[in-house]
Antibody, heavy 122, light 110 residues
């Protein structure tokens, strides 16, 4: 059974750093990409970027480029999303999702993590 | 402001058919597949339709997708109380070089 299990809720202050994880199981981690999707409180879904675990190549939405970093560890089948300096506007739920490789760059997200709530407040 | 447009809400009584539209342009829906997601409040999104009109295993055939030109639609027939959720369309956009989601449509079962 394919599963994406994410880290728990985090409460941080502006300017702090954070790394959240998404641990995959039930399939070959290198066979599909992992994307990250943000949902701000009461708002819709926003694609942030993706990583191809086979070579750790990444693509970012221009809206998030330079503010977050996506990485992966093949040895533990885990993808990461990290911030070096959080802002209050980063508050939201962050989902990881498996991006079906056969549809290339298309938003075909067939399995999702449970979401990680990140709250940034002074 | 999304490049995909959806109505903010839709509603129907149990058993009715509800249709949700998703309007885009030649740089997204007009050139690429459309995907639909269902998000029940407090839970992660779930893939409902892929490649315009294909249902993943386990998705009831009450859900169907279609596309014409630069618009797509999701239809829910035989509406049930458990269908009450937010529905999002998504597509790749050539101009933005990224995947984009519509703003979402909240479906209420009256």
């Amino acid at each position: 059974e394919v599963q994406l299990v994410q880290s728990g809720a985090e409460v941080k202050k502006p300017g702090e750093s954070l790394r959240i994880f998404c641990k995959a199981s039930g399939y070959s981690f290198t066979s599909d990409r992992i994307s990250w999707v943000r949902q701000m409180p009461g708002k819709g879904l926003e694609w942030m970027g993706r990583i191809d675990p086979i070579d750790s190549s990444t693509d970012y939405s221009p809206s998030f480029q330079g503010h977050v970093t996506i990485s992966a560890d093949r040895s533990t089948s885990t993808a990461y999303l990290q911030w070096s300096s959080l802002k209050a506007s980063d508050t939201g739920i962050y989902y990881c999702a498996r991006q079906w490789a056969r549809d290339g760059y298309y938003p075909h997200f067939d399995y999702w993590g449970q979401g990680a709530l990140v709250t940034v407040s002074s | 402001q999304s490049v995909l447009t959806q109505p903010p809400s839709a509603s129907g009584t149990p058993g009715q058919r509800v249709t949700i539209s998703c309007s885009g342009s030649s740089s997204n829906i007009g050139s690429h597949y459309v995907y639909w997601y269902q998000q029940v409040p407090g839970t992660a999104p779930k893939l409902l339709i892929y490649r315009d009109d294909q249902r993943p295993s386990g998705v009831p055939d009450r859900f169907s997708g279609s596309k014409s030109g630069t618009s797509a639609s999701l239809a829910i027939s035989g509406l049930r109380s458990e269908d009450e959720a937010d529905y999002y369309c998504a597509a790749w956009d050539d101009s933005l070089s990224e995947s984009v989601f519509g703003p979402g449509t909240k479906v209420t079962v009256l």
